[in-house]
C-alpha cells in the first residue's frame, strides 16, 4: 500500500494555528505517524486501506467521501497536533537536540507545551468519538469497516484512552479507572 496523506498541508494550516512557514516535510512525518498510530485503530487495516486506495486514484465517493472528509479528516488533524508540537519546538541538528528559535520570537516552556499538547488531544479524542459514533452507525454500509482478519488490525469502537497508568505505592500498575474508583470510595 503506498503512503497516501488523508490531509493536505493546506488543510492542516487552515484548522490549526501551524502557520505558512513551517516545513511541509515536519508536518508529512506526523501525518503517517498519526494515520497509523491514531486513525488505524478506529478504522481498521481494511477500511483504512480503502480509503488510501480511493484517495491516491481519485475516486473516493459517496459514504466513503463523507466519512474522510467529515469524521477522518477532523480527528486526524488533532491526532496529528499532538504528535506534531514537539516536533515544531524541538529539532535533531548535527546530532544534538535543539530548540528552535526564530529571530522576533519567545519559545515557549514545556509547559505550556505540554497544555497545548492536552488540548489538542481532547480535540481529537472529542473528533474520535464522533468518528467511532458514524462508523458504528453506518457500519452496514461499510463492510470494510467489519471484514478484518488475523493478522490485520480490527476496529476499536471504544475511544476511551486505556494506556494511563498510575503506580501504588506497591508499584502495581493500576488503570486509571481503577484508580480514581478507589479515590472515589475513600469519600465519606
Avoid at 467489519?146 to 493478522?151: I, V
Wanted: charged letters at 20%; a negative charge.
Amino acid at each position: 500500500m503506498p503512503e497516501v496523506l488523508l490531509i493536505s498541508e493546506n488543510y492542516i494550516k487552515k484548522y490549526t494555528t501551524i502557520n505558512g512557514s513551517v516545513d511541509p516535510n515536519i508536518l508529512y512525518a506526523n501525518v503517517y505517524l498519526a494515520q497509523d498510530k491514531w486513525v488505524l485503530p478506529f478504522l481498521g487495516t481494511d477500511l483504512m486501506n480503502k480509503i488510501k486506495t480511493d484517495v491516491a486514484a481519485g475516486t473516493i465517493t459517496g459514504i466513503y467521501q463523507t466519512l474522510l472528509e467529515d469524521y477522518v479528516q477532523k480527528a486526524l488533524l488533532w491526532w496529528l497536533m499532538c504528535e506534531v508540537t514537539p516536533s515544531l519546538c524541538y529539532r535533531m541538528d548535527n546530532g544534538t537536540l535543539v530548540q528552535r528559535q526564530s529571530e522576533d520570537t519567545i519559545p515557549v516552556t514545556d509547559h505550556v507545551m505540554k497544555d497545548m499538547m492536552d488540548r489538542a488531544r481532547q480535540n481529537a479524542e472529542f473528533y474520535t468519538r464522533i468518528l467511532v459514533d458514524f462508523l458504528c452507525h453506518n457500519s452496514s454500509l461499510l463492510p470494510e469497516y467489519t471484514s478484518n482478519t488475523f493478522p490485520d488490525t480490527s476496529p476499536r469502537t471504544d475511544v476511551t484512552n486505556t494506556l494511563n497508568y498510575y503506580f501504588s505505592h506497591g508499584n502495581t500498575a493500576t488503570s486509571f479507572s481503577a484508580f480514581s474508583q478507589n479515590i472515589l470510595n475513600r469519600i465519606p
